[in-house]
């Protein structure tokens, strides 16, 4: 358990009749809401020297708010060596481009070897924070940009951007199929009726807008680049097999391998060989938490997308 540094703030005058827990909220905005009003119940938030005063107290003005953060270990995982490749890293937050295979968060049956594991070996007070500061996600066989929060008020204020669409996920993406051009793919996503650990298009499910364009057409596939407006789980993977145009790769959703007729050799191998979802995400824009500034990161293409593009445009130069 973390004690935190005592803070504290005078209400205004103008904030008259207001209910306390708004004013708390409004005071000390780096915490949520819940956790302000779980300090208050507990009696680690003080106003003019009362303990417990209920979040429904209505606040005349001027009171003295004393507020002694605790912050509580979020999680039981364990901090493993696992190497990280860290694109960019302060105070505030850490940006990660994760490799295909890495699991965000331990669950039944994968306990180990997650990047939540590996994030606690990094940054042990990252135990403090729910997750460890992860505050979205990517596929365990999707590479690419991700965010991690390193401190409570950085994890708050990345969630709310996250969700008023304010942060930028960008991805490039090699689909089966031939797309004529770009568009916007609005259709909700939920679980699927029948198999649970599939998600698909469900008109009772969340909203998800997926905006998609062409990149490079090749004789079967194609290479686009893609930026979500949600983040719903398996989204562009989703919407693409929808579309009937399936990731090059992916287990789940990709159903039969396709190989160009008379393909090359390098084509036919890669296409064999490649076991995940052709997907990356490539780059991230946000406003730090700290610094009030937009920052963006890139992150290049992993090698085996690398090599089956090349492959693609050797074969389609080949049979012009």
């Not at 999680?75 to 990280?84: C, H, K, V, Y």
């Not at 990047?115 to 070996?121: D, E, Q, S, T, V």
């Not at 393909?263 to 610094?291: C, W």
């Amino acid at each position: 358990m973390d004690h935190s540094p005592t803070l504290q703030a005078d209400i205004p005058e103008s904030m008259s009749g207001k209910r306390l827990d708004w004013v708390l909220a409004s005071l000390f905005s780096d915490y949520s809401r819940s956790k302000l009003q779980q300090w208050l119940h507990d009696g680690h938030i003080i106003i003019n020297n009362k303990k417990g005063l209920p979040g429904k107290t209505k606040v005349a003005g001027g009171e003295q708010v004393t507020l002694h953060p605790i912050l509580e270990k979020q999680t039981e995982s364990q901090a493993e060596a696992i190497p990280l490749n860290i694109i960019f890293e302060d105070e505030e937050l850490i940006v990660i481009n994760k490799p295909a295979g890495l699991v965000m968060h331990p669950a039944v049956g994968n306990q180990a070897g997650t990047l939540l594991n590996a994030l606690l070996h990094h940054d042990p007070a990252l135990a403090n924070i729910p997750r460890a500061g992860i505050v979205h996600r990517l596929d365990k066989d999707t590479t690419g940009l991700l965010v991690v929060a390193r401190t409570l008020s950085s994890q708050k204020y990345l969630v709310e951007q996250l969700q008023a669409r304010e942060i930028s996920r960008e991805y490039k993406a090699i689909v089966h199929g031939t797309m004529v051009a770009g568009n916007t793919i609005e259709a909700p996503i939920g679980r699927h009726p029948v198999d649970r650990k599939r998600m698909a298009i469900n008109h009772s499910g969340k909203h998800a807008i997926t905006h998609y364009r062409v990149a490079e057409k090749f004789r079967l596939h194609t290479h686009i680049d893609v930026k979500l407006e949600t983040g719903r789980t398996h989204q562009i993977r989703v919407h693409m097999t929808h579309l009937k145009h399936a990731l090059v790769g992916d287990p789940v959703y990709g159903g039969r391998l396709r190989i160009p007729p008379h393909a090359t050799e390098a084509l036919d191998k890669n296409l064999r060989h490649f076991k995940r979802q052709a997907l990356h995400a490539i780059r991230l824009t946000l406003t730090h938490p700290g610094s009030g500034e937009i920052v963006s990161w890139c992150a290049p293409l992993p090698d085996d997308m690398v090599n089956l593009l090349n492959a693609l445009r050797e074969d389609t130069q080949t049979h012009e």
